[in-house]
Antibody
Framework: QVQLVQSGAEVKKPGASVKVSCKASGYTFTSYYLHWVRQTPGQGLEWMGIINPSGGSTSHAQKFQGRVTMTRDTSTSTVYMELSSLRSEDTAVYYC???????????WGQGTLVTVSS | EIGLTQSPGTLSLSPGERATLSCRASQSVTSSYLAWYQQKPGQAPRLLIYGASSRATGIPDRFSGSGSGTDFTLTISRLEPEDFAVYYCQQYGSSPLTFGQGTKVEIK
C-alpha cells in the first residue's frame, strides 16, 4: 500500500533552516506529484508547494518565496522540503501529501513537528 | 487567492443525527475542484470527497458532497461515533491551493 514516511521532529532556533524528508513507497514514485502542507494552530492547514518527482520541477505559494526549496531523489523515492530563515510563526506540523489525478490529497505522511524557539 | 469560509465553526450533534457542513468560496471554484477531509487529533487529514461529490476509496456512503460555484456542502447522513472530528474543505482549482478553517463536529 502507499506509504509516505517523514523524518522526525526538529527544534530550531530563529534564523536557522530545517530540511524535512518524505520517503514514498507502494507506488511508482515518478507518477504522482507530491505536495507540502503545514498545519499551525493559528493558520490551520496551509499549502506550501508542489514537486514533480519525475522532472523535479516545483511551484510554491508566494508566501514562501525565497525561503522554501523542494527537491527529490529518485534513487531513494524521497522528496525534501527545506525552509530557511525560520521564525516562531513557522512552528507547525509539516506534511507531505500525494495527489490523486488532480491536486486533491489522497495519501499523507505522518507529519513532522518543527518547533522554532530561541 | 480563493478564500474558503466554513460554517459553523462547531457542530454539536448526537450519534445517529444528520450533519450538514458548509464551505463557501470567495470566488467560483473552477470545475468544482473541491475536496473534503476529516482529521482526528494527532492524525493527518483523511480524504473523504473530491470533485465536490466523488467519494474517495473506502469512504462510507453516509458521507456525501454537493455544490458548485461558490457554495459546497458535506453531509453525513447518520453520525457514527467515529465521525466526531474536524472537517476541512480544500479547493484545487487555482493556485495557491487553499483550505477552509475547519468545522469541528462534537458529541452533544
Amino acid at each position: 500500500q502507499v506509504q509516505l514516511v517523514q523524518s522526525g521532529a526538529e527544534v530550531k532556533k530563529p534564523g536557522a533552516s530545517v530540511k524535512v524528508s518524505c520517503k514514498a513507497s507502494g507506488y511508482t514514485f515518478t507518477s504522482y506529484y507530491l505536495h507540502w502542507v503545514r498545519q499551525t494552530p493559528g493558520q490551520g492547514l496551509e499549502w506550501m508547494g508542489i514537486i514533480n518527482p519525475s522532472g523535479g520541477s516545483t511551484s510554491h505559494a508566494q508566501k514562501f518565496q525565497g525561503r522554501v526549496t523542494m527537491t527529490r531523489d529518485t534513487s531513494t523515492s524521497t522528496v525534501y522540503m527545506e525552509l530557511s530563515s525560520l521564525r516562531s510563526e513557522d512552528t507547525a506540523v509539516y506534511y507531505c501529501a500525494r495527489e490523486g489525478s488532480s491536486s486533491w490529497f489522497v495519501n499523507w505522511g505522518q507529519g513532522t513537528l518543527v518547533t522554532v524557539s530561541s | 487567492e480563493i478564500g474558503l469560509t466554513q460554517s459553523p465553526g462547531t457542530l454539536s450533534l448526537s450519534p445517529g443525527e444528520r450533519a450538514t457542513l458548509s464551505c463557501r468560496a470567495s470566488q467560483s471554484v473552477t470545475s468544482s475542484y473541491l475536496a473534503w477531509y476529516q482529521q482526528k487529533p494527532g492524525q493527518a487529514p483523511r480524504l473523504l470527497i473530491y470533485g465536490a461529490s466523488s467519494r474517495a476509496t473506502g469512504i462510507p456512503d453516509r458521507f456525501s458532497g454537493s455544490g458548485s460555484g461558490t457554495d459546497f456542502t458535506l453531509t453525513i447522513s447518520r453520525l457514527e461515533p467515529e465521525d466526531f472530528a474536524v472537517y476541512y474543505c480544500q479547493q484545487y482549482g487555482s493556485s495557491p491551493l487553499t483550505f477552509g478553517q475547519g468545522t469541528k463536529v462534537e458529541i452533544k
